[in-house]
Nanobody
Framework: QVQLVESGGGLVQAGGSLRLSCAAS????????MGWYRQAPGKQREAVAV???????TYADSVKGRFTASRDLAKNTVYLQMNSLKPEDTAVYFC????????????WGQGTQVTVSS
């Protein structure tokens, strides 16, 4: 099992920045990728950024050029630097980790609220 704990959410004005962090614990050697998802009220959860253990990073089109995801493998931590925030970025942001087993286990953090005011 993998446990994920997020931090860093909050309220920011449009155009501002926030940095989210997510620390993994437990069976961290089984993690093959980590990333961030978000869910806005009334909408489905969507992927924001995913980083594999090799460092390959994939971003949602809506955040490309504004958000940067990074990982510290030694600290089992993933970060999301969010710049030029827009009101439509308002959502609960969830940290995610993929395991190595079959079927692939998905692990989730508790979520952290990001609110961008206009």
């Amino acid at each position: 099992q993998v446990q994920l704990v997020e931090s860093g959410g909050g309220l920011v004005q449009a155009g501002g920045s926030l940095r989210l962090s997510c620390a993994a614990s437990g069976s961290t050697r089984s993690i093959t990728a980590m990333g961030w998802y978000r869910q806005a009220p009334g909408k489905q959860r969507e992927a924001v950024a995913v980083i594999t253990n090799s460092g390959t990073t994939t971003y949602a089109d809506s955040v490309k050029g504004r958000f940067t995801a990074s990982r510290d493998l030694a600290k089992n931590t993933v970060y999301l630097q969010m710049n030029s925030l827009k009101p439509e970025d308002t959502a609960v942001y969830f940290c995610n980790a993929l395991g190595r087993a079959i079927p692939i286990p998905f692990y989730w953090g508790q979520g952290t609220q990001v609110t961008v005011s206009s």
